[in-house]
């Protein structure tokens, strides 16, 4: 299932945690997989966690401090460091699902990454049965 999901900054983790568990209820699906997967070359997906926003300010921090928005990149477009951490970040995840629920730790969420925003983006959700 595509999701649409509008950015507002030039870099931000949106938590779509919700939006992919409601995929998970739609489905019936009691034991299985849910596939989430960014189509994009400058935004990405990661688990980590969403009780304490300063863990998301601290991962872009560290991500600028380390791939700097300004460096001596060559890609003409001037969003080398999008790239580089979108890579990092990686283009897809997978979550188990145990008993029609997505089986995350207690502190765990979902996140759409932005790295080259604001833009209109999607994700995609696949659910897959045991």
Not at 2 to 15: A, L, N, S, V, Y
């Amino acid at each position: 299932m595509r999701h649409k999901i509008q950015t507002t900054k030039p870099q931000q983790f949106i938590d779509i945690t919700n939006k992919v568990a409601e995929e998970v209820k739609k489905s019936n699906v009691k034991d299985g997989i849910a596939v989430i997967y960014v189509p994009h070359t400058t935004a990405g997906v990661t688990i980590n966690e969403n009780a304490d926003p300063d863990v998301v300010r601290d991962i872009i921090s560290t991500l600028d401090k380390t791939y700097p928005v300004y460096g001596e990149y060559l890609h003409f477009e001037g969003n080398s460091h999008a790239h580089i951490k979108a890579s990092i970040m990686g283009s897809s995840c997978v979550v188990m699902i145990q008993g029609s629920k997505l089986l995350l730790g207690t502190w765990q969420g979902i996140y759409f990454c932005e790295f080259d925003g604001p833009k209109n983006r999607e994700f995609y959700v696949k659910i897959i049965r045991d």
